[in-house]
């Protein structure tokens, strides 16, 4: 069964600065792997998507994130962080042979200081 | 463009009631799901539908179902409320399989069962 790990609850960061959230998935194969956004009482959107060719995918909202299957994560980064950032993040894994289901993560919580 | 749309926004329920979280899409999407967030937990996949008169059960199905009469509408029933079914539930769609369409999700229906 796939599963998604995101090891960190809550991040603080100073606007302006980089922002990493790191993303862990446990799969067999590669996988299609997503993040998503959550603003505060709003649905998810779609923030990039990897399913294969180039590791580093670009995002909307200036975010980009590495698929790196040797340490099987796909973290997020932004290299400046704006107060609209501020939201809740989810990682998620899918595959056509586990019936094209989204596993989710447990999200991490940005907040943006400024 | 409406989008996925999901009522009500905001329900409290007594122990051992019924009720239903309504969501139609405007999309024609064939794939409709619904999800429940729980703090620390992410996202989980309740119950899906590939298509109309298609219903399959996702990880969490136990006190929930569900119907696809029509492409558009994919209601979620609780047949009798319980405390533990106290959550923000989302419904969301899309087109094609998981790497050929966007997710999209509606707003949320929270959920309180006392």
């Known amino acids: 069964a796939q599963s998604v790990t995101q090891p960190d609850i809550h991040i603080t960061v100073s606007e302006g600065a980089s922002l990493e959230l790191r993303c862990n998935y446990s799969?067999?194969?590669?996988?299609?792997l997503f993040w998503y956004v959550q603003s505060p009482g709003q649905g998810l959107q779609l923030l990039l998507k990897?399913?294969?060719?180039?590791?580093l995918v670009q995002g909307i909202k200036g975010f980009e994130a590495e698929f790196k299957r040797s340490q099987s994560s796909f973290n997020l980064r932004k290299p400046s962080v704006h107060w609209s950032d501020a939201a809740e993040y989810f990682c998620?894994?899918?595959?056509?042979?586990?019936?094209?289901?989204?596993?989710f993560g447990g999200g991490t919580r940005v907040l943006v200081k400024p | 463009n409406a989008g996925v749309t999901q009522t009500p926004k905001f329900q409290v329920l007594k122990t051992g009631q019924s009720m239903t979280l309504q969501c139609a899409q405007d999309?024609?999407?064939?794939?409709m799901s619904w999800y429940r967030q729980d703090p620390g937990m992410g996202l989980r996949l309740i119950h899906y539908?590939?298509?109309?008169?298609?219903?399959d059960q996702g990880e969490v199905p136990n006190g929930y179902n569900v119907s696809r009469s029509t492409t558009e509408d994919f209601p979620l029933r609780l047949l009798s409320a319980a405390p533990s079914q106290t959550s923000v539930y989302f419904c969301?769609?899309?087109?094609?399989?998981?790497?050929?369409?966007?997710?999209?999700f509606g707003e949320g229906s929270r959920l309180t069962v006392l």
């Open positions: 969301a769609s899309r087109t094609g399989q998981l790497n050929t369409g966007e997710l999209f």
């Open positions: 799969y067999g194969a590669t996988p299609y």
């Open positions: 990897y399913f294969s060719g180039d590791t």
């Open positions: 998620a894994v899918g595959a056509a042979a586990a019936g094209n289901k989204l596993t």
């Open positions: 999309m024609n999407h064939e794939y």
């Open positions: 539908s590939v298509g109309a008169g298609i219903t």
